[in-house]
Nanobody, 119 residues
Framework: QVQLVESGGGLVQPGGSLRLSCAAS????????MGWYRQAPGQERELVAD???????NYADSVKGRFTISRDNTKNTVDLQMNSLKPEDTAVYYC?????????????WGQGTQVTVSS
């Protein structure tokens, strides 16, 4: 069973920075896309950023220029550097991994890590 372990969440003041990390283990095949989603109370889960094995990235408009996603394919890890954090960035952040195999896509989620931006 694929396992995703997240770390790096916490409480930070507006304008501050945090770095989230996610390590994927028990994966027998190459990971296509690694990314981060978030879910604030009462809202739907939304894409924050993802990074394909090809190197192409997607960012939510709300985080462009402030967040940077990176991955290490040799270690199956993905990081999210979050700068200039705003109170509206407060949410539970989830690591997401997509594996394509024999025409099927398999999606895995981490357990979530809380990010709170508040003074």
């Amino acid at each position: 069973q694929v396992q995703l372990v997240e770390s790096g969440g916490g409480l930070v003041q507006p304008g501050g920075s945090l770095r989230l990390s996610c390590a994927a283990s028990r994966i027998a095949f190459s990971i296509n896309t690694m990314g981060w989603y978030r879910q604030a109370p009462g809202q739907e889960r939304e894409l924050v950023a993802d990074l394909a094995r090809s190197g192409s990235t997607n960012y939510a408009d709300s985080v462009k220029g402030r967040f940077t996603i990176s991955r290490d394919n040799t270690k199956n890890t993905v990081d999210l550097q979050m700068n200039s954090l705003k109170p509206e960035d407060t949410a539970v952040y989830y690591c997401n991994v997509k594996i394509s195999l024999l025409g099927n896509e398999y999606v895995y989620w981490g357990q979530g890590t809380q990010v709170t931006v508040s003074s």
